[in-house]
């Protein structure tokens, strides 16, 4: 199974151009990001294979409390990804403020557009979203054995205030659905610790990691060509800064980069 370390376009300044060159410079496999606003499919990913790069398209569902509106967008916005050549699709799916059943409508539209277009996605564990809890997510996945996720286990950490203890048995079902990982470290009360290499949060990072394991593990044991990870921190103001000042208490490149470091740390050994 090959491994395929993706750098996220979040947070980072400067041209399409330039990002990817760093990005290819930092030693990644893949980028992450949106579809550009400013650059068509073909020169796109004419730029990503001139530096040997896979691509990760991003994009998320918007409307109110109804079905059909997000189903609607998420059916338009996959059609436009797919033209880009993706690895797969990563979604931002629905709101948590709509009622089961609408979230069950959504879904099902959704997955009738996957099949459709013959993109896979990965619908993001997010809070404000369908999946911001482990038992909303756990009765979507039962309803829909089909049904994949990027697994960002920060914010269901942060959302319930706890390491998911009383949550074993969602845990699992998402480990065994994850197609994706955002490798961001939460704590108890927010989706992010301050610098993910400080020794005060090595329990925080212990157990993320061990969840990722168990993703890999999960992959493998099912037959899957690749395993994808993208270690994915948020820029100052998602990541903490320095009262007054609000300078960044870390540099943000950095911690990614150390992100990506760990990644052999964490897997399982061969």
Not at 99 to 127: K, M, N, P, Y
Not at 145 to 171: G, K, M, Y
Not at 178 to 205: F, K, M
Not at 221 to 244: D, K, L, N, R, W
């Amino acid at each position: 199974m090959k491994t395929i370390i993706a750098k996220a376009f979040w947070g980072m300044d400067g041209s399409v151009e330039e990002k990817v060159r760093r990005i290819a410079e930092g030693g990644y496999d893949a980028v992450e990001a949106p579809v550009p606003d400013n650059m068509k499919p073909g020169a796109f990913r004419a730029l990503l294979d001139e530096h040997n790069l896979s691509y990760i398209a991003q994009m998320s569902t918007i409307g109110g409390d109804e079905a059909d509106e997000h189903a609607a967008v998420f059916g338009e916005r996959l059609r436009q990804a797919a033209e880009y050549g993706p690895l797969f699709v990563n979604c931002h799916t629905g709101r948590d403020r709509m009622e089961a059943d609408e979230q069950l409508r959504l879904f099902g539209s959704v997955l009738q557009h996957e099949s459709e277009v013959g993109i896979a996605v990965a619908h993001e564990t997010h809070r404000s979203r369908c999946m911001y809890t482990p038992w909303t997510t756990a009765k979507l996945l039962k309803a829909y054995p089909e049904l994949n996720i990027c697994a960002d286990f920060s914010h269901w950490v942060c959302v319930t205030e706890s390491f998911l203890q009383a949550s074993a048995d969602d845990v699992e079902l998402a480990i065994r659905r994850a197609l994706h990982i955002h490798g961001r470290v939460g704590y108890i009360h927010g989706p992010q610790v301050a610098d993910p290499r400080a020794p005060e949060v090595a329990p925080e990072v212990s157990l993320h990691e061990g969840w990722w394991r168990r993703i890999y593990e999960a992959r493998q044991s099912a037959g899957a060509e690749q395993f994808t990870y993208t270690p994915e921190y948020g820029p100052p103001g998602y990541m903490h800064v320095q009262p007054y000042t609000r300078q960044p208490v870390a540099d943000l490149w950095e911690i990614c980069d150390w992100g990506r470091s760990r990644v052999p740390e964490w897997l399982p050994a061969k």
